[in-house]
T-cell receptor, first 113, second 115 residues
Framework: SQQGEEDPQALSIQEGENATMNCSYK?????LQWYRQNSGRGLVHLIL?????REKHSGRLRVTLDTSKKSSSLLITASRAADTASYFC?????????????FGQGTILTVHP | DTAVSQTPKYLVTQMGNDKSIKCEQN?????MYWYKQDSKKFLKIMFS???????INETVPNRFSPKSPDKAHLNLHINSLELGDSAVYFC??????????????FGAGSRLTVL
């Protein structure tokens, strides 16, 4: 079964609004990562949060991690049409050298101009 | 220069054929991966190699055979293609242990359609 599950499956907002995506997982993790995938392209790494961290920021991105609830959220502030993409959480389990990165099914974000 | 490049980008073939997808990375990374993304966007790891050594082999039919001639290349050969093999196959690489975090850099994907 999947390690990560994301919610909502699809999100549609207006430019300038904030977008929040959630991810839940099942087992202990080393770190949790978020990736973006534009239509027809490969995934691009956005941000990584380690299991001993609770919050991390990168530009307009804010990620939180609650290991007690086995959940994470990605907040994109002041969204732009260019943020339209699928967003995936991925959990790293096992050793950091030979660990496995397991992806959720993604949230499709549409930002209307 | 493209960091992780895979060829071909599109592949249309008949059931029963054998095909290969090639992947090369110029990032100097130690670890390379193959992921399969199905029509519902679910991304599942298939294989991982570290310095030409197989380290992850998920439950994949043995019709799929990865080959890593050197740490910059990881190819995927698929025998006796089936309709269910239709998907987008992504190659990725990571620095592995030296980065301590395993952040992946993905290729653009190879869309395989089996008719």
């Amino acid at each position: 079964s999947q390690q990560g599950e994301e919610d909502p499956q699809a999100l549609s907002i207006q430019e300038g609004e904030n977008a929040t995506m959630n991810c839940s997982y099942k087992t202990s993790i080393n770190n949790l990562q978020w990736y973006r995938q534009n239509s027809g392209r490969g995934l691009v790494h956005l941000i990584l949060i380690r299991s001993n961290e609770r919050e991390k920021h990168s530009g307009r991105l804010r990620v939180t991690l609650d290991t007690s609830k086995k959940s994470s959220s990605l907040l994109i502030t002041a969204s732009r049409a260019a943020d339209t993409a699928s967003y995936f959480c991925a959990t790293m389990t096992g050793g950091t050298s030979y660990g496995k990165l397991t992806f959720g099914q993604g949230t499709i974000l549409t930002v209307h101009p | 220069d493209t960091a992780v490049s895979q060829t071909p980008k599109y592949l249309v073939t008949q059931m029963g054929n054998d095909k290969s997808i090639k992947c090369e990375q110029n990032l100097g990374h130690d670890t390379m991966y193959w992921y399969k993304q199905d029509s519902k966007k679910f991304l599942k790891i298939m294989f991982s190699y570290n310095n030409k050594e197989l380290i992850i082999n998920e439950t994949v039919p043995n019709r799929f055979s990865p080959k890593s001639p050197d740490k910059a290349h990881l190819n995927l050969h698929i025998n006796s293609l089936e309709l269910g093999d239709s998907a987008v196959y992504f190659c990725a690489s990571s620095q592995g242990a030296s980065s301590g975090a395993n952040v992946l850099t993905f290729g653009a994907g190879s869309r395989l359609t089996v008719l």
